[in-house]
């Protein structure tokens, strides 16, 4: 399993190449095994069909992308960065699902002089007091998402609300960031287990306290189970039931009708109304047969940003590419991004509610932009 | 805490009991009589559920999907043990773990082959989708009554099996002495098929109960297998009436500890302790049991061995 997944995005070319032609070699790190490896495959098509529409060449030069397995363990996320920096000599870092495993790589590569792009992580220290130059985010800080549930639960007039996410530190991170937007009433704050499948006790438990509404943060499988035993269990009569990261394109092909009407946040939509955006959905649904969730999005908008650095600055020097993705202007599926002073992007969070599309697949549709180009509240603290 | 939370509470361990107790019957047997020791079980639960799933989308009905789904299971179980398994029992427990092991990963990848690593859909059959009073004002989910109904026929069908048949009588006496056993005639070699098969069904039978409730992907049997294991140590290996009250005691246990353990502690400690204790003792509090056991009753609860 430990083997390195190549996967040549060249193709010979027929005509005589320039004998002096550099190639870009990018090092993409996601999960591809174990019971998350549905996450990585959506990141993995995300970054195939962007580099299929830039003709397998990023910012004009020929390109290479390797993929590694993580297996969602930080030790295996080390060792695979180390050898991708030192034995396969990558140009860029990029992809990572975990915070723990971005964590883990952070410091190894953005020391090495290499940038590190994430596709989905985004931990407060990095974006805080452990920054570096040399890491981007082409996802969002951890805090932005449920910060954004918040506001809008505050502008909603919501009194009270009940708590509920996995006892992790993202589950403590969420709830967190959620709260310094929010003032009502905290009615309960439930930590469940990692990985918990039925969450029928904490339902009943819910019923009793009869909250006015709950917010979950339950990611991956958890979100599934969590939203099919809400509905089992009639809670909809009991309290109104808000997410984030619990409900996307991932989870809905197994929740199906059972998720319409559920509301999130997200800084991403399938329907976000731009040109980039509705082409990545067409091509996404066309080739692999379903919603891109917003995992895939990102990791297409990582290899956009890619292309932005290298046509930028015309090289793959680190330096030139850092400041070209620091001016910011980077064509993306979520409109043209800028950066903050801590390389996260300054973004908007929409309110997102699952809808049927004229086909009947179930999907989300924004309802709302509850921050309009958001910076997160760490970048106070990150001095380069 | 009210009486009717503590009544739903209870309902909702003896659910999470019974489903452990499938698990854990199978996988009792395999380990006490077989010696065999068998990490794979959690694969069962995942065919299980995957079968009747895919068949339940196919035919749109989800009794056909679980008819459908019980041969299919003890045939895969049937198989298992006639071309893998039956080849492990000479070797010793290392290496029988070591192949098991290699069994989940195996099975895990097959499935991720055959239906993709996305979870499967699967929802609650429309017949049993709606609601019970178990108490005026308490609704509880008809489908979760129907899983503690079944789980409760199949442990009274193995406890009159094992206890009234001739082949029961057998199945105990090799719990008690398997060599003894084999030294009066009793073909021991389809007596071990038959129970590993009948252990896979069990084990599938979980599977497709859980099918609707939880989401079916692959590796969903391994978190199973783990409170299984624990479900035995504590009623006594070998034992299916001890794996059936353990079972119990353990679904009790941690679903009550999960739900009421923070608002005890809250009595005690500040809120902010409490809530990051809560869950980290509740999730503990199975293995504080089984710690305890073992100190008073180094071979469980109702050890098979005399």
């Known amino acids: 399993m430990k083997k390195l997944m190549t996967i040549c995005a060249v193709t010979a070319a027929m005509t005589v190449a320039p004998a002096m032609a550099e190639t870009v070699k990018v090092g993409y790190m996601t999960t591809l095994s174990g019971g998350a490896g549905i996450i990585g495959k959506q990141m993995q098509n995300g970054v195939e069909l962007a580099m299929e529409h830039k003709g397998g060449k990023l910012g004009g030069m020929d390109a290479e992308i390797i993929y590694a397995d993580d297996q969602r363990k930080p030790d295996v996320a080390k060792q695979l960065a180390n050898r991708l920096l030192k034995s396969d000599r990558v140009d860029i870092m990029a992809g990572v699902i975990w915070s723990n495993l971005l964590m883990a790589i952070h410091k190894p590569v953005t020391r090495s002089g290499t940038l590190l792009i994430s596709s989905n992580a985004g931990p407060s220290p990095i974006a805080g007091d452990q920054c570096h130059e040399n890491f981007f985010s082409m996802s969002w800080q951890n805090d932005q998402t449920p910060g954004g549930m918040g506001q809008y639960m505050q502008d909603a007039g919501i009194k009270s609300v009940y708590l509920m996410a996995p006892n992790y530190q993202a589950g403590k991170d969420m709830l967190a960031g959620m709260k310094r937007y929010y003032k009502g009433d905290i009615a309960g704050e439930v930590y469940t287990k990692l990985g918990q499948s039925d969450f029928q006790a904490e339902l009943s438990a819910l019923r009793a306290a009869k909250p006015e509404t709950t917010m979950i943060f339950q990611p991956g499988g958890m979100g599934i189970n969590f939203v099919k035993q809400w509905k089992q269990a009639g809670m909809d009569k009991v309290s109104k039931l808000y997410t984030v990261f619990s409900v996307d394109g991932v989870s809905l092909p197994a929740l199906k009708d059972s998720a319409l009407g559920i509301l999130g946040t997200q800084t991403w939509s399938p329907d976000l109304d731009n040109a980039i955006n509705k082409k990545f959905v067409a091509d996404y649904k066309a080739k692999y047969g379903g919603y891109p969730s917003f995992y895939a999005a990102q990791a297409y908008d990582t290899i956009l940003a890619i292309d932005h650095a290298i046509a930028k600055s015309g090289s793959k020097e680190t330096a030139k590419m850092r400041a070209a993705l620091a001016a910011g202007n980077i064509p993306t599926t979520r409109g043209v991004l800028n950066m903050n002073t801590n390389h996260f992007p300054i973004q908007n969070v929409y309110l997102r509610e699952v809808v049927k599309d004229a086909d009947g697949v179930v999907t989300t549709k924004i309802i709302n932009t509850v921050f309009k180009d958001h910076g997160d509240a760490y970048a106070v603290n990150c001095k380069f | 805490m009210t009486l009717t939370l503590i009544l739903e509470q209870t309902f909702n361990g003896l659910q999470a009991g019974v489903t452990l107790f499938l698990v854990a019957a199978g996988l009792t047997l395999i380990l006490g009589i077989m010696d065999f020791v068998f990490l794979a079980h959690g694969a069962q639960v995942m065919i299980g559920a995957y079968a009747a799933a895919a068949i339940t989308q196919a035919t749109g009905n989800f009794f056909i999907g679980l008819g459908l789904a019980i041969p299919i299971t003890f045939a895969s179980g049937y198989l298992l043990e006639l071309l893998i398994i039956r080849h492990l029992y000479r070797r010793d427990h290392m290496e029988q773990v070591l192949a098991t092991f290699g069994l989940i990963l195996f099975f895990n990848e097959a499935i991720r082959v055959g239906f993709g690593p996305a979870a499967l859909y699967s929802d609650l059959p429309p017949a049993l989708s709606g609601f019970v009073e178990i108490l005026p004002d308490t609704p509880y989910p008809a489908y979760r009554l129907g899983v503690i109904a079944v789980g409760l026929m199949c442990a009274l069908a193995i406890h009159l099996f094992v206890s009234k048949t001739r082949i029961g009588a057998m199945v105990r006496a090799g ?46 049997g391994e978190p199973l297998l783990i409170l299984s294991l624990v479900v035995i140590i504590i009623g006594g290996i070998g034992s299916v009436r001890g794996a059936f009250i353990a079972a119990i005691i353990v679904g009790l246990v941690d679903t009550l500890g999960r739900v009421f353990l923070p608002s005890i502690l809250r009595l005690f400690f500040e809120q902010a302790t409490a809530d990051g204790a809560g869950p980290a003792l509740a999730s503990m509090l199975v293995y504080i049991l089984m710690a305890v056991v073992l100190i008073f009753r180094p071979t469980g609860l109702f050890p098979a061995k005399g």
Do not use: D
């Not at chain 2, 056993?181 to 098929?193: E, S, V």
């Not at chain 2, 009948?198 to 109960?209: E, I, S, Y």
């Not at chain 2, 609707?212 to 969903?220: I, N």
């Open chain 2, 175 to 220: 719990a008690n002495n398997p060599e003894m056993t084999a030294a009066l005639g009793i073909n021991i070699k389809i007596l071990f098929r038959l129970i590993f098969a009948t252990g896979a069904c069990l084990a599938g039978v979980a599977g497709m109960m859980l099918g609707p409730l939880t989401s079916v992907q692959p590796g969903m």
